[in-house]
């Protein structure tokens, strides 16, 4: 019943009408849905609840009172949709094992690494997340990291329908403070770590941890990394099982004799009951911590550490995450996603370790998000790089200049070249241009996507071809 357990209903007798859809979309609206007001950051969905009748919807939901007799208030719009939207589809992440991961950093790279282990222990997955949206091997395209409620349990139910056991999602915190996934269940919740972003949606670190916590309530198991700062107040009055992971502290499981190589890593996942020996084929410290995560989750779920560790070596590595273009040239061009303070900071510490010759880092900052780590991320930029070209990366409806201007506040007090490019595509060919041998050219902050955000619409720029287009030219 698309109703059932939501409210009471004012002996209006909703039960007997035939429902055809649902959906918080006025535009989607046809003769027979329900539809649900959700006040949003850039519309109120009431606004639009008088239109949606003329278009034939049967019932409204709503927070307050419209004065249509189609109308049904209720406390928390965002809360009923999800539930409704779940009733819908016959409630399918009940026939699923759920597991969530939040954090800033790594959430994509560790979806990627703990389908593969469950596949290789002979599961069948599904996964949601930033890049796309999986069952097996079948590629759904994904618009947003954490879909809404009726996309995400379309496609729940789709992954019921192939046959899958597990679904793995990526949990962000917009998606929890929106109650998008409100009333799930999941098997086990993965925390990689907190670090300064999306501050222009929760203004605070405070309000960014206590939306991330949110998914620790609704889990059975916790998969918590202990080594960043905030783990001890995200674990604090958690009443599921608490799983730790370390590369120093006193944790259920720890990372031991760790060693970096250019591209990959090593070392002994240790814990009171096993020594597993661990390789993984990307580089850098995060890349310890995105498999820890991954291998103690596929531990907690019950695969062996042997088979986990096996998984993870047939993983050649996540599109736009440290992901290396192929340049048949004597210097390195690296793409990643790095688009917050720490994320810049771990992907260029990875490949300092490794240079020989210049580290080149090519950045912006996304309009209408967090001004506040711009400046940030130009300090960050030029005291770990040897060379630091600021360009644009989706400005969205603001200045892109007006974005470099605030990057360039973090430039102040070096010596060290700084080069202001605002085309991104003219900023890349730049970079490609000056390489030098045995440099590495890290092109930070677009990652897998393909396309440039700007004021007037969005352009298709893909960073790979615009490489290949460069090189052909030198």
């Known amino acids: 019943?698309?109703?059932?357990?939501?409210?009471?209903?004012d002996n209006k007798n909703f039960d007997s009408l035939e429902i055809s859809g649902v959906t918080c979309d006025s535009r989607k609206v046809k003769k027979g849905f329900v539809f649900v007001c959700i006040n949003g950051s850039l519309s109120d969905g009431h606004e639009f609840a008088k239109s949606a009748v003329e278009n034939g919807a049967s019932v409204i939901i709503c927070e307050r009172d419209l004065g249509l007799k189609e109308q049904i208030i209720v406390e928390n719009t965002r809360f009923v949709y999800a539930k409704m939207c779940a009733n819908w589809f016959h409630n399918p992440a009940d026939s699923l094992k759920l597991i969530g991961v939040t954090g800033t950093n790594g959430k994509t790279s560790v979806t990627y690494m703990l389908?593969?282990?469950?596949?290789?222990?002979?599961?069948k997955v599904g996964l949601i997340g930033t890049i796309q949206n999986m069952i097996g091997d079948?590629?759904?395209?994904?618009?947003?990291?954490?879909?809404?409620?009726?996309?995400?349990?379309?496609?729940?139910?789709?992954?019921?329908?192939?046959?899958?056991?597990?679904?793995?999602?990526?949990?962000?915190?917009?998606?929890?403070?929106?109650?998008?996934?409100?009333?799930?269940?999941?098997?086990?919740?993965?925390?990689?770590?907190?670090?300064?972003?999306?501050?222009?949606?929760h203004i605070t670190m405070e309000n960014y941890l206590s939306a991330k916590k949110k998914l620790f309530y609704m889990c059975k198991n916790a998969v918590i990394n202990i080594d960043d700062e905030y783990s001890?107040?995200?674990?604090?009055?958690?009443?599921?099982?608490?799983?730790?992971?370390?590369?120093?502290?006193?944790?259920?499981?720890?990372a031991k004799g760790i060693n970096y190589h250019p591209a990959s890593v090593e070392y002994e996942l240790v814990s009171d009951s096993f020594i597993q020996h661990i390789k993984v084929k990307t580089g850098g410290k995060f890349t310890v911590y995105n498999s820890m995560c991954s291998l103690v989750t596929a531990i907690t779920l019950g695969i062996s550490p042997e088979t986990a560790a096996n998984a993870l070596l047939t993983l050649e590595g996540v599109k736009g995450r440290a992901e290396v273009v192929p340049t048949d040239r004597d210097f390195t061009v690296i793409i990643d996603y790095a688009h917050t303070p720490?994320?810049?900071?771990?992907?260029?510490?990875?490949?300092?370790e490794c240079?020989?010759?210049?580290?080149?880092?090519?950045?912006?900052?996304?309009?209408?998000?967090?001004?506040?780590?711009?400046?940030?991320?130009?300090?960050?930029?030029?005291?770990?790089?040897?060379?630091?070209?600021?360009?644009?990366?989706?400005?969205?409806?603001?200045?892109?200049?007006?974005i470099i201007e605030d990057i360039l506040e973090g430039t102040q007090g070096t010596n060290k070249p700084v080069k202001v490019i605002e085309n991104r595509i003219e900023a890349i060919n730049y970079a490609?241009?000056?390489?030098?041998?045995?440099?590495?050219?890290?092109?930070?902050?677009?990652?897998?996507?393909?396309?440039?955000?700007?004021k007037d619409g969005t352009i298709h720029l893909d960073e790979r071809e615009v490489v290949k287009e460069a090189l052909e030219r030198l």
């Open 1 to 9: 019943m698309l109703f059932k357990e939501l409210y009471s209903f």
């Open 115 to 123: 389908k593969r282990i469950l596949e290789h222990a002979g599961y």
């Open 138 to 201: 079948k590629v759904i395209a994904a618009k947003n990291t954490t879909p809404d409620a009726y996309e995400l349990n379309s496609l729940f139910s789709l992954m019921v329908a192939e046959g899958c056991t597990y679904a793995i999602m990526e949990a962000s915190s917009h998606a929890l403070d929106q109650n998008r996934i409100s009333e799930l269940n999941f098997e086990t919740a993965v925390f990689t770590n907190l670090t300064q972003d999306h501050l222009d949606y």
């Open 232 to 254: 001890a107040e995200l674990i604090k009055d958690l009443d599921c099982n608490i799983v730790s992971l370390s590369t120093g502290n006193d944790a259920t499981y720890s």
């Open 342 to 352: 720490d994320g810049l900071k771990n992907i260029l510490s990875t490949f300092r």
């Open 355 to 402: 240079q020989s010759n210049r580290l080149i880092v090519l950045f912006g900052c996304g309009g209408d998000r967090d001004k506040r780590k711009r400046a940030i991320m130009g300090k960050v930029a030029v005291y770990n790089a040897d060379y630091v070209i600021v360009t644009s990366d989706n400005p969205r409806s603001e200045d892109p200049s007006a």
């Open 432 to 454: 490609i241009s000056i390489a030098q041998k045995d440099d590495i050219i890290v092109l930070a902050g677009k990652g897998h996507e393909t396309y440039q955000i700007l």
